[in-house]
Structure formats: C-alpha cells, structure tokens
C-alpha cells in the first residue's frame, strides 16, 4: 500500500522558532513536493523537489527552504516562524511522466 | 509558469442531479490534467485524471473532458450521492525533465439527500 508519511499531524510553535516539517515516502518517487492550503487558495506549492538534492522553487517559497538528503525523505523548513505561516501543508509524492500524486495526511501548523 | 483557474467555488446540488465544475489553464504545453478530491479532514485522492491526447475519458459517474484550443477541462459528476460531498481540485501539469502540479483553488460540492 502506498504510503506518504508526515511526522506530525499537528504543531503549535512560538513566533521566531525554527520549525522542521518531514515528510517520507515509502514509493521510491523521484518528485517531492510541498503544499500549503488555506480556504479559498486551495493548494500552494511551495517547493518541489526531482532528486536528491534538487530542488524548485513554487509559487510560494518566501520564508521556507527544503531539504532533500535522501531520496525518500523531504524536509520543509520555516527558518523563523511567522502568524502567516499559520496553515495546513500536504506533502505529496509522484513517480516520474504523468503520474498520480500521493499525499500525506496534512500538518495542521499553528504559529502564536 | 502555470496558472489554473477553478468555478464555481462551491456548488451545491440535489442528490440525483448532476455536477459540472470548470477549469482553465494559461500554459499551453501543460499535457496532463488530473482531479482530486478531499473529502473532510482527509488527504485529498486522484479520482481521474485525462492526458492531452484524449477529448474525453469516463469512469462509472464520473466524466472529463479536455479542449486543448480553448485550454478548458471539466469534471462531470451524474446522479450525484451524498458521499459525493467534498471539495474537488482540478489540476495542470506538463512533462519536461520533472514534474510540477498545479492546483487550481478547488470546488466545495454539497450533495442534498
């Protein structure tokens, strides 16, 4: 059974923190991709990644970097957690060509 | 890069009845185009997805159709069931060296028993 695993599913954090979010994909994907989905914006990518070590910026990316050491795992990162971060943000993971999207169960991320 | 509109944003039908929701897309080389759908406090699933070299394609009651000149695609949704209720997000995506989806702003469906 195909599985994206986040480790939390949800994160209260101080203003200011530095706040790591995992992600790991059990499917041997080349792509990695956050999301973060607010109501009415739908889903916002963030920053995608097509293998190790590579990375692309979204439409998103300010305030966030990435990490991709291995390839089954990717790392979303808020250097200095801000309230507008406050959000809830999918990983998902897709094979190479035009392939289906797998997505974690969400990180309900709340910054006060 | 990639825009993808979506509407209406909710929508609400009678059980029975049927569901159209439309989206556009602004790049012209985006050749794949699939639909996803997240039920509440879930992840959101694939439920059927068209590539450009196909109008049309259908799944039991479930239906899309692409129009490449006019860079429209929609989902059909016919004799509509309460566990139909979601908000559905249309999505582009074209093939280069990797593969970056994008979503457009997604449909609330209500279906009324």
């Known amino acids: 059974d195909v599985k994206v695993t986040q480790s939390s599913r949800y994160l209260v954090k101080r203003t200011g923190e530095k706040v790591f979010l995992e992600c790991v994909q059990d499917m041997d994907h080349e792509n990695m991709f956050w999301y973060r989905q607010d109501p009415g914006l739908g889903l916002r990518l963030i920053y995608f990644s097509y293998d190790v070590k590579m990375k692309e910026k979204g439409d998103i990316p300010e305030g966030y970097s990435v990490s991709r050491e291995k390839k089954e795992r990717f790392s979303l990162i808020l250097e200095s957690a801000s309230t507008n971060q406050t959000s809830m943000y999918l990983c998902a993971s897709s094979g190479t060509g035009l392939t289906e999207a797998f997505f974690g169960q969400g990180t309900r991320l709340t910054v006060v | 890069g990639e825009n993808v509109e979506q509407h209406p944003s909710t929508l609400s039908v009678q059980e029975g009845d049927s569901a159209v929701i439309k989206c556009t897309y602004s790049?012209?080389?985006?050749?794949?185009f699939p639909w996803y759908k997240q039920e509440l406090g879930k992840r959101p699933q694939l439920i059927i997805d068209?590539?450009?070299?196909?109008g049309e394609k259908k799944d039991q009651r479930i239906a899309v159709t692409l129009n490449k000149t006019a860079k429209h695609f929609s989902l059909h949704i016919t004799e509509t069931q309460p566990e139909d209720s979601a908000v559905y997000f249309c999505a582009a995506s074209r093939r280069t060296s990797y593969d970056k989806v994008i979503f457009g702003p997604g449909t609330s469906l209500s279906v009324i028993p």
């Open positions: 068209i590539r450009s070299n196909v």
């Open positions: 790049d012209s080389a985006s050749n794949y």
